[in-house]
Nanobody, 119 residues
Framework: QVHLVESGGGLVQAGGSLRLSCAAS????????MAWFRRGQRKEFEFLAR????????DYADSVKGRFTISRDNAKNTVFLQMNSLKLEDTAVYLC????????????WGQGTQVTVSS
């Protein structure tokens, strides 16, 4: 099992920045990649970004490309999401997820951290 815990959420004004963290523990050796998703106020679920755990290659949803950056610290088993130029519509619960090698789905999820962007 892989256990994920997000942190770093909070209240920020539009145009501001936040950095989210996701700490992984347990069988981290099975992780192939990790990703960030969010669940908006209308409960819509959206993929944001993912990063390969070993090579570090990343890709992003168009909605956040150029504003959000995903990175990792393998020594600390932690993935980050740097969010800049935040907009009101970025208000959501942000969740990180991990996918094991040879798995087609993200089978491990954190509980999420709330991000609220105010005007």
């Amino acid at each position: 099992q892989v256990h994920l815990v997000e942190s770093g959420g909070g209240l920020v004004q539009a145009g501001g920045s936040l950095r989210l963290s996701c700490a992984a523990s347990g069988r981290t050796g099975i992780i192939n990649d990790m990703a960030w998703f969010r669940r908006g106020q209308r409960k819509e679920f959206e993929f944001l970004a993912r990063i390969n755990w070993t090579g570090g290659s990343a890709d992003y949803a168009d909605s956040v490309k150029g504003r959000f950056t995903i990175s990792r610290d393998n020594a600390k088993n932690t993935v980050f999401l740097q969010m800049n130029s935040l907009k009101l519509e970025d208000t959501a619960v942000y969740l990180c997820a991990a996918r094991a090698a040879q798995s087609g789905v993200y089978g491990y999820w954190g509980q999420g951290t709330q991000v609220t962007v105010s005007s």
